[in-house]
């Protein structure tokens, strides 16, 4: 398995966080889309904001509802994550 693309992964776990967590996720998705480019110091640590710009990077533009699914698929992984460790 690969090493990560970051140093440190500094995203929030808190449910209660979740709108927060999820507008973080869509504004770095949208920034990704319209040409923004995070220098990468911003990257080395992973935050919700950067890893919708990353995959944002990734994928491109797509609908909001996609975007949605992606970020309900990020959090299923970082919980199955915690779970596992």
């Known amino acids: 398995m690969s090493e ?15 709108a927060h967590r999820k507008a973080r996720f869509k504004d770095g998705w949208r920034n990704a889309v319209a040409g923004d480019e995070y220098a ?18 990734l994928f491109g533009e797509t609908s909001a509802e996609r975007v949605d699914q992606m970020y309900v698929w990020c959090v299923d992984q970082q919980r199955d994550k915690q779970v596992i460790q």
């Open 4 to 18: 990560p693309i970051f140093e440190r992964d500094i995203r929030n776990t808190d449910p209660n966080q979740t």
């Open 40 to 57: 990468a110091n911003t990257l080395r640590e992973l935050t919700w904001e950067n890893l919708g710009y990353r995959l944002g990077k």
